[in-house]
């Protein structure tokens, strides 16, 4: 049973077609990859499940619900965190309260109570602030917890980026390009987190990413997009073995 | 937490509760707790005359708008060039009161602190509506727009007959447990009932910033993508950052009607706007305690300002018009000086200050 469906999904800006008749099932508590070169329509798949963008054709299931023509915040509230490829942090807040700022959902005390900020919004923060804490413990940037996000380096900001998407509590967390523009060390970090967040946090994970290597050897399931249109699925050595990924990615003989 | 809470040295936090503080340490809150009391104490034993006391009462109706403003520019990073149309509509709750009700009716007179209350209300209802460009506007666009409500709220003031066209509204007088509050009290009492509510707000402010409510807005100024994502309705939040500002103008424009006992158009027009612009940028946008700084600075330049225009007119009896000259002269090349070479404002130098003194007496 397929936690998040997209199906027959087209998208087009005018008369490009981003996305045509793709259709995608994310299966609970797997790393799912999504690769394709560049300008396959990767990131729009994203931004489409995440609420950015609406498809002109098709849906997109979660678990019964309808996520076609949601909004990105409806669809977080749903339990889809997403992090972004070009880092998109609140560069003028701390560590800490970029993380705390995706708590936003969790965070249910009135405008007076906070106002007042006694009682309830304070043991709300508090609470909420362990929880922060864990996964800044979890993602070892315990370090930069109170610097500011701007001044971080890429490397730091990248993992500030995972870890803002995992402290909202998701069910699935899609990551668009975690390891763009990183070193092997930084990578290796990187991958050794995603992994964690499969197996320790029983998160689903849907992976874009442009480091063959590590999709082939980190995912269980991986989509292979070429202009728009899936031309490839299955287990890694499935994809490996596809003629048509082959020819897309290296070109014909 | 250790022992001694004193001093900052050796202290460390031991729950999460602990960090949410105001005051870390005893020192601090000491330290504040002074102030305050001498800023409601100097009254009983220095005498000031009424004119120095309504400049104090005029920078103290100022914190109370930039603070809205500081939220708004600051913080959620919208601009609003028409504050002082905001200011104008608690003014002017007041006194659509006063003309339905009439000037001395014990709503007006006695019920002034509801009165003031319902002109925030209105400010944020106000705010609120103005806001709704925002949802598809950004920076200078947004900032047009802005300008526009105050360009309809002068129009709207001057040619209503309702209003008086623009001319003086009268306000009565307000009432006090001892009764009515005298000619000779008037602006010490408001001086009291301003600075409490400065103090009132400003915890809330603070507050506030410490919670999503002051987050979002900072969430919504450095990436509202993000904040989408984060699960905040980006819209929504800038609804309510203008909501916001509206309350605190309406506010400052309730005490500005009963301070002055009337309220005329020509208190809120874009030159004030811009004037509260200014407070907000010299004090340090997105600052706390710029808010404060801001209106202290420019008023305190208005003053100085004014006083060397008079002696200047005295010399410069040939050119009387220079002295008239200095006043916007010298707040535009304020403006500009703070923008080139200090564009983080007073609060930095505040900053900048208290991080040298954080060490002393030793070097490092």
Known sequence: ?253 | MSQNRWLATGNFFTSYKQEQRTFFTHLDRTIFTCFLVILFGWPLVFEISNKYMLVLDNILIAIVAVMGLNLLLGFAGLISIGHAAFVGIGAYTVASVCQVIGENHVIVTHFWPVLIVVAGIMGAIFGAFVGLPALRLKHLYLAIATLSFQMIFEWFIQFMSFFNQGQTIYVGRAHWFTGQVGRNDHYLFWYYIILTIVVVLGFGVRNLLKTKYGRCLVAVRDNDRAADAMGMNPGLTKVYAFALAGFFAGVAGALHAYLYRGVGFDSFTLHHSVAYLAMAIVGGLGTLNGIFWGPVAIKYLDLQVEQFSELAGHYLTYAPNVATALKPLSFGLVIVLFLMYEPRGIANWWRIAKSYTKLWPFRY
Do not use: W
């Open chain 1, 1 to 253: 049973m397929a936690h998040l469906r997209v199906s027959d999904v087209t998208l087009s800006f005018g008369g490009l077609k981003a996305l045509s008749h793709v259709d995608m099932a994310i299966e609970p508590g797997l790393i799912t990859s999504i690769i394709g070169p560049n300008g396959a329509g990767k990131t729009s798949m994203l931004n489409c499940i995440s609420g950015f963008y609406h498809p002109t054709k098709g849906k997109i299931l979660y678990k019964d619900k309808d996520l076609t023509h949601a909004s990105p915040h409806q669809v977080s509230t749903m339990g889809i965190a997403r992090a972004f490829q070009n880092l998109e942090l609140f560069s003028g807040l701390s560590v800490l309260d970029n993380l705390l700022l995706a708590r936003h959902q969790n965070l249910t005390y009135s405008f007076f109570q906070a106002a007042i900020f006694y009682g309830k919004a304070s043991r709300i923060e508090a609470e909420n602030r362990a929880a922060v804490e864990d996964v800044i413990d979890f993602m070892e940037l315990e370090p930069v917890r109170k610097h500011m996000v701007g001044s971080l380096s890429y490397g730091f900001q990248k993992k500030v980026e995972v870890a803002r998407a995992l402290t909202m509590d998701p069910e699935i967390l899609l990551l668009d390009e975690p390891m763009a523009g990183m070193n092997i060390q930084e990578k290796e970090d990187i991958v050794r987190f995603v992994m964690d967040i499969q197996k320790e946090r029983n998160i689903t994970v849907v992976l874009v990413e442009h480091d063959l290597g590590v999709v082939m050897d980190i995912s269980d399931r991986i989509y292979v997009l070429d202009f728009g249109q899936v031309i490839g699925s299955g287990t890694p050595e499935e994809v490996a073995n596809n003629p048509k990924v082959i020819e897309a990615y290296i070109g014909e003989d």
